[in-house]
C-alpha cells in the first residue's frame, strides 16, 4: 500500500513493516512477522521491484514481531541491520526485556494473536546474524536513512529519520494502536520494557520536523512530531496502551 512518494506499507496496520524507493532500489523498514513475506513480494511486483532491488532490510528494533521474515530475506542476499543493543535480542540470545503489556481487552489482543497465529509471528522468530548500526549514523542504504537512540521499548531501540521523504520510522518508540486493547491514538507502546525512559528518549525527537510518522503498530501520523511526542508525554509513564485524550 502506497503511504506517500516512495513509501509504502506492507500488513493492514496492526503489524506493519514499511519499503523506502530511491530510483530503482529499496531498503525495508522491520520484517514484520514471518507471514507478511507475500506481502512484501506482492508490494515489490506492484512497484515493479524484485527481491534483487532490495539493498537493505533495516530493524527498528529486536522484537520478534518486527524480524518476522527477516532471516527469510537474509537468505536471499539482503543485508540485515540493527542497533548494535538490540542485536543480541535480534538474535534470540536474550529473552524479551518487556515484563508487561499494559491494559487488555480480549477482543484486540485475540485479534494480534490471531494474526501472530495466521503469519507466524508468536513462533520463535530470530535471525541466525545481524549487522548493527550506532546512535547518530546515516546508514548507506536507499533513503540514507539517519538513526536515532530512543532506549525503552528495548534497550536499543531506534528512530529512522528519512528526511529526503519527510518521514520518521518510530518503530515501538511509540505507537498509535494497541495490539494489547485496540486503543488508537500516539501512546508508548505495549510491551515497553521501561516506559518511563521511552517517554524520556522522546526529548531526542525534539525540533524534528517530518509530516509522516509511521509506526510499528497502527496508521500513519500526520499532525506532526512534536504533537504526536506531547500526548504520549501527557499520558505518561503509566500511559503504555492508554493514548492520552
Ligand atoms: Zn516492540
Ligand atoms: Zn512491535
Known amino acids: 500500500m502506497r503511504i506517500a512518494d516512495g513509501i509504502h506499507r506492507i500488513g493492514d496496520g496492526t503489524v506493519n513493516a514499511y519499503l523506502v524507493v530511491e530510483g530503482a532500489e529499496v531498503t525495508i523498514v522491520d520484517a514484520a512477522m514471518p ?22 532490510l533495516v530493524l527498528t528494533h529486536g522484537h520478534s514481531d518486527h524480524i518476522g521474515f527477516a532471516e527469510r530475506a537474509r537468505g536471499r542476499g539482503v543485508p540485515v541491520s540493527v542497533h548494535e543493543l538490540d542485536a543480541a535480542l535480534a538474535r534470540g540470545e536474550l529473552p524479551n526485556p518487556a515484563k508487561g503489556g499494559g491494559p487488555i481487552r480480549p477482543l484486540p489482543l485475540l485479534r494480534f494473536l490471531w494474526l501472530g497465529l495466521r503469519r507466524g509471528g508468536l513462533s ?39 528526511p529526503g521523504r519527510d518521514v520518521l520510522f518510530v518503530g515501538d518508540a511509540l505507537a498509535t494502536y494497541a495490539v494489547t486493547n485496540g486503543s488508537r491514538g500516539p501512546m508508548i507502546a505495549p510491551f515497553t520494557a521501561d516506559p518511563a525512559q521511552a517517554i524520556a528518549s522522546l526529548d531526542r525527537l525534539d525540533g524534528l520536523d517530518a509530516g509522516w510518522v509511521l509506526p510499528g503498530h497502527g496508521d500513519p501520523w500526520t499532525g506532526g512530531v512534536g504533537e504526536a511526542v506531547r500526548r504520549v508525554r501527557a499520558a505518561g509513564p503509566d500511559g503504555m496502551g492508554r493514548p492520552a485524550v
Open 124 to 162: 520463535r522468530v530470530k535471525l541466525g546474524a545481524v549487522a548493527t548500526f550506532g546512535d547518530g549514523a546515516t546508514l548507506d542504504v536507499p533513503g540514507a536513512p539517519r538513526v536515532i537512540l530512543v532506549p525503552g521499548h528495548t534497550p536499543g531501540s531506534a528512530v529512522l529519520h528519512v
Open 35 to 56: 507471514g507478511h513475506w507475500s506481502g512484501l513480494l506482492a508490494e515489490l511486483a506492484a512497484i515493479g521491484r524484485t527481491l534483487d532491488d532490495v539493498r537493505a
